[in-house]
Structure formats: C-alpha cells, structure tokens
C-alpha cells in the first residue's frame, strides 16, 4: 500500500509526464496548424481533370507553392470542374498567370501548373480564380479531333461518287489534251 507522501510524488510524476508529452505534440502539431496558405481557385471549363485528385501539387514552373485541397463539379455549370488550391502564404499569384494541367510523368496522374505573370503586375487576391490556359493533354485532344476532321475529308473526297467524278474529270482532261494536241499538229 502506497503512502500519502508515494501518492503525491506519483501524481505529480504523471503530471509533469503528461505536461511534458503534451508539449512534444505541440511542437509537431503547431507548425502545421498556424502554417498560413491562401487560397484560390479554378474553373476548368470542359476539361477533364482525371488524374488530379486531392493533395496534388501546384506548381509555378516546376517549383511547388501549393496543393489542392478540394475538387468539385460547379453546380452552375456542369460542364466545368472547379479546383480549390492553397498557395504558400506570401507567394505573389499575379493577375494574369494562368493555371494549367500537366502530367507528372507516364502514370496519368496530374498537378496544377502556373505560368506568365510579371513582377510588376497586380497581385490577384486570395479566394479569386485563376484562369485557365490549353495544357498538353487538352492539345493533344485538339489534334486528335483536327486528325479526325482531316480523315473524314479525305474519306468523303474518296467516295465512290467522287471517285466517279474524279475519274470522268480526268477522262475529259486526257480528251481535252489529245484534242490541242491535234490542233496543234495540224498546225
């Protein structure tokens, strides 16, 4: 059985333990907690953003300055993904850098990419949008669908009717050419 004198030295023990624990936690907790960032959005109209998620970085020419926090479909607008970032505390997001999607290498997977701005140029406030910019994916999509115009327009131009066509042009084209060619022999 433990003493009054046992009682008080083992409370106080757990006491100054229990302060002390506390205290650790702090220091690795408090950074995080009072680590400021601002924030800002995006509105990628029409643009897939598969392969963005969650805790994505944001970078300003490779360098990171952020990441997104939040991803939803704009209940204004269903053909537009907004993106919610949060930039470094003191970063200088400038009115005209916009903001595009590039891919982090060959897995698919995506981060926010921001470009342009001048040192001199206004400072765009926190919770404003950034607007966006064609990335390489939205690019490559653009060529895929001008690719595909072409063919189609090579394929109507070789229709079976236009190759009727093509084909009676030419004829008339040789018969055009054998007849100068006469007149000029007569000549």
Not at 101 to 121: A, H, R
Not at 125 to 145: F, Q
């Amino acid at each position: 059985m433990l003493r009054k004198e046992q009682k008080f030295r083992l409370r106080v023990f757990l006491l100054v333990s229990l302060l002390i624990l506390v205290f650790i936690l702090a220091l690795f907790i408090y950074p995080g907690l009072v680590e400021e960032m601002d924030r800002y959005f995006i509105n990628f109209k029409k643009i897939s953003v598969s392969g963005l998620s969650k805790g994505s970085k944001v970078k300003y020419q490779g360098v990171d300055i952020g990441s997104v926090f939040d991803i939803r479909v704009n209940p204004d607008d269903l053909s537009s993904i907004l993106v919610y970032m949060e930039i470094d505390k003191g970063f200088p997001i400038k009115e005209e850098m916009r903001a595009k999607l590039s891919y982090t290498g060959i897995t698919g997977l995506k981060f926010v990419e921001l470009s342009g701005g001048e040192t001199q140029s206004k400072n765009l406030k926190p919770n404003s949008e950034i607007l966006t910019i064609k990335g390489l994916g939205e690019k490559a999509e653009d060529i895929v669908a001008n690719i595909d115009s072409a063919v189609k327009g090579i394929n109507e131009f070789l229709s079976k009717e236009n190759q009727k066509k093509l084909s009676l042009f030419l004829e008339n084209v040789e018969k055009t050419s054998k007849i100068i060619q006469s007149v000029r022999e007569k000549k």
